[in-house]
């Protein structure tokens, strides 16, 4: 195996791990050598080794596997001494092994330019490409209005959501809009993972004042998946006084997580006041609406690697309907029918099905809300721009009431998500509707044979 070999295992694991990870952690590895069934790489510190080693180790030995299978264990060593190979040259150059000092008299390295201290931001996410929806339109709205310039109206931007509904694509989008407005607007992009390291490397290599004076000398820092750096009591306190700094700067901070802030267990408090300061945007779990919006969008921008496949319109309501999770993995779905497709040519619903019968599990399926109101319209005979208006005629109050009622029933939605799916400010509309309902089905024949209907239609359509 020579590094040719490790370039090319790189590009494997990039793919496995994800990019923002790939960029902090596996992107600086360098091939040393392989010795004996060790493959041999350097890291820019011990601690990086040490990281990698309990994080993703397993992973690049199962990718290695394939390429490379003598290889069977991993061995790391920090760039300082990786340079030197005789020991009696390390020991003279940097003190004793366990030593991460620099060495007496010598000063550190000069920093790299900014844009590379940070994760390099995405071409492929830009507002451009972003699909707008109920479920997203405020965290897009405030995020253009960053992108604009002008006055700082809210200061952090806080997004959050579960993953793959679109916090880093925004981020992203910022930073990219941002640089096209003004290319000298100093915008850095990091997973709060990234930040992490980059502290630590600072403390060992007592280069704190340098770290601190790159992040406090942008316009606009931007830090992904802040939960990372909850519990770790040094990392937030000069994550604290960062945040402070810039804040009191004028300068614009973007910030995400898989929580609201309040909810992320270990992260502290007067982290968290600062955080609500700004404006909080919960990105909601995607709608039937956005979700074919999404599959078009993509479609349209794959079909010049797939030429010859076409997905018709049923292939996508299928997608949209059964793939609910989130957009990578409505994305990954687009993307086998595509391949399978050009592989076999036309594609039908049966085959499709088929395709995609490991990850939509029919027995696991149950019908979305927005699933639901279609099929609820679609009994009552009513166009979906009336079955959600908010008119309160009782010939369109009555099927939303009972569609309310089945997405309680048939979903894993909490009555707060359901009525926002009904564009409903209060949960309680929705716990009205469900004991309002359930009280006719009891008196009146004609509301019990809908529910009968509905309730075997549906089930019949998750089994299908």
């Excluded at 190979?85 to 007496?104: F, H, K, V, Y």
């Excluded at 253009?144 to 310039?149: N, Q, T």
């Amino acid at each position: 195996m020579g590094s040719d070999v490790w370039d090319a295992v790189q590009a494997k694991l990039e793919s496995a791990i994800g990019g923002s990870h790939y960029t902090a952690w596996i992107a600086p590895l360098r091939f040393l050598g392989l010795d004996d069934g060790v493959l041999t790489l350097s890291v820019p510190t011990s601690f990086a080794g040490s990281w990698v080693q309990r994080h993703y180790g397993d992973i690049i030995l199962r990718v290695l596997s394939d390429t490379a299978p003598e290889v069977r264990r991993l061995s790391f060593a920090a760039e300082k001494t990786a340079a030197l190979r005789d020991p009696r040259e390390r020991a003279a150059a940097n003190g004793p092994a366990d030593s991460l000092a620099m060495p007496s008299g010598r000063r550190p390295a000069p920093r790299a330019p900014m844009q590379e201290e940070g994760v390099k931001l995405d071409p492929t996410f830009t507002f451009a490409n972003f699909v707008v929806g109920k479920t997203n339109e405020i965290a897009h709205a405030a995020a253009r209005r960053i992108a604009d310039g002008g006055e700082l109206l809210f200061n952090p931007l806080f997004f959050y959501s579960d993953v793959g509904l679109g916090k880093t694509h925004l981020m992203h989008a910022i930073g990219w809009a941002l640089r096209e407005r003004d290319p000298d607007t100093r915008v850095l992009y990091m997973t709060a993972e990234h930040f992490m390291w980059r502290f630590i490397q600072s403390l060992q290599s007592r280069t704190t004042m340098d770290f601190k004076q790159m992040f406090r000398s942008v316009d606009v820092l931007m830090v992904d998946e802040i939960q990372f750096i909850a519990g770790k009591n040094n990392t937030q306190e000069e994550f604290f006084h960062t945040f402070n700094v810039l804040v009191d700067q004028g300068k614009q901070i973007v910030l995400s997580g898989d929580k609201a802030p309040g909810d992320i267990t270990g992260l502290e408090q007067r982290i968290v006041s600062r955080m609500h300061s700004g404006l909080v945007c919960n990105i909601h779990p995607t709608s039937y609406e956005l979700r074919v919006g999404i599959l078009q969008r993509k479609f349209a921008e794959k079909r010049r690697q797939f030429p010859g496949v076409e997905i018709g319109d049923d292939i996508l309501d299928f997608l949209a309907t059964r793939v609910t999770g989130n957009v990578r993995e409505l994305d990954g779905a687009l993307n086998r029918l595509l391949v399978e497709g050009s592989l076999i040519g036309d594609l039908s619903l049966g085959v499709a099905e088929d395709i995609l019968s490991d990850l939509v599990r029919v027995s696991d399926w149950r019908p979305s809300v927005e699933h639901i109101q279609r099929v609820v319209a679609e009994h009552y005979n009513l166009r979906m721009s009336d079955f959600l208006s908010t008119n309160r005629a009782r010939i369109y109050a009555r099927p939303r009431q009972v569609a309310m009622l089945l997405a309680r029933e048939l979903t894993d939605r909490s009555l707060k998500e359901i009525a926002f799916r009904f564009k409903k400010r209060d949960h309680t509309t929705v716990k009205h509707a469900i004991s309002q309902i359930s009280s006719l089905e009891q008196s009146d024949a004609q509301v019990r044979e809908d529910l009968a209907l509905l309730r075997r239609a549906l089930k019949l359509r998750s089994a299908a």
